[in-house]
């Protein structure tokens, strides 16, 4: 079995989507991602999205910030048990 390693570096945790820039704040949801949404990930992520989404052992959530379901700020997988 192959080893994919992905190096990433978490500067700080956050409740919320944090704008690095400027500390400002934004509520943010947590959401399912949907079929819908498979097409924003085929350019600029670092990590192969729609393997998770397609495995029957995984479930991708989008990140958001409120009321602005159009732009995914981020990703996060949840491994089924």
Known sequence: MKNN????????????IENRITGDSFDTQVLPLSENDIEKLKRGWNFD???????????????IVENNTNVIQGLIMRIKS
């Open 5 to 16: 390693l992905i190096n990433i570096e978490v500067d700080k945790l956050t409740n919320s």
């Open 49 to 63: 999205w729609l393997v998770e989404w397609n495995s029957k052992t995984s479930k991708v959530y989008k990140l």
